[in-house]
T-cell receptor, first 118, second 123 residues
């Protein structure tokens, strides 16, 4: 069974500072993918960044980077230069493999609410 | 742009009513998913479908059923709504990825695209 744990129910950061949102995972599957989604108060889920278990380098997308530590089974999201618009709920999710075909099922963590202060 | 739409943003129903939540995607995705989102629990998978008329149970299928008669449409059905089904319901879709090996899967992208959600209240 797969499990994702986000231990920070809420985080606060000052505008323009960097913030790290924690995510640890558990799986016995050697091949998996890790995703981060952002959910603003409006409710839509916005895909931010992806890391494959065999990717050699940490993923980056603009101000988002994923600190992937495979041995520790952690996939923390780092947001640099925080903006007021970054205030939202953030979810970490994992996709495992089902035989030779990925149905793309995701297992989500509990989420972390990020508040950016001016 | 991928678009996933859901029939209602807000819905209020009474206990015992039959409730239909509709989801439509316009990207010809094979996979479609229904999640419910509750505070402190994140998103939990109810059902998913990887082809027309195909369905698979997720982690919390009890009290729900689904229907997929056309590729673009995936319906979630609450046969007899109960107050503990008050929640936010999110639909998502993605391509079906067929992999030839661990390396290919590990590097495949294939994110899910989500609809705006339906906030259902059962009184």
């Amino acid at each position: 069974a797969q499990k994702i744990t986000q231990t920070q129910p809420g985080m606060f950061v000052q505008e323009k500072e960097a913030v790290t949102l924690d995510c640890t995972y558990d799986t016995s599957d050697p091949s998996y993918g890790l995703f981060w989604y952002k959910q603003p108060s409006s409710g839509e889920m916005i895909f931010l960044i992806y890391q494959g278990s065999y990717d050699q380098q940490n993923a980056t997308e603009g101000r988002y980077s994923l600190n992937f530590q495979k041995a520790r089974k952690s996939a923390n999201l780092v947001i640099s230069a925080s903006q007021l618009g970054d205030s939202a709920m953030y979810f970490c999710a994992m996709r495992g493999r089902a035989g030779g075909t990925s149905y793309g099922k995701l297992t989500f963590g509990q989420g972390t609410i990020l508040t950016v202060h001016p | 742009d991928v678009k996933v739409t859901q029939s209602s943003r807000y819905l209020v129903k009474r206990t015992g009513e039959k409730v239909f939540l509709e989801c439509v995607q316009d990207m010809d995705h094979e996979n479609m998913f229904w999640y419910r989102q509750d505070p402190g629990l994140g998103l939990r998978l109810i059902y998913f479908s990887y082809d027309v008329k195909m369905k698979e149970k997720g982690d919390i299928p009890e009290g729900y059923s689904v229907s997929r008669e056309k590729k673009e449409r995936f319906s979630l059905i609450l046969e007899s709504a109960s107050t503990n089904q008050t929640s936010m319901y999110l639909c998502a879709s993605s391509y079906l990825v067929r992999t030839g090996g661990q390396g290919a899967f590990g590097s495949s992208y294939n994110e899910q695209f989500f609809g705006p959600g339906t906030r259902l209240t059962v009184l």
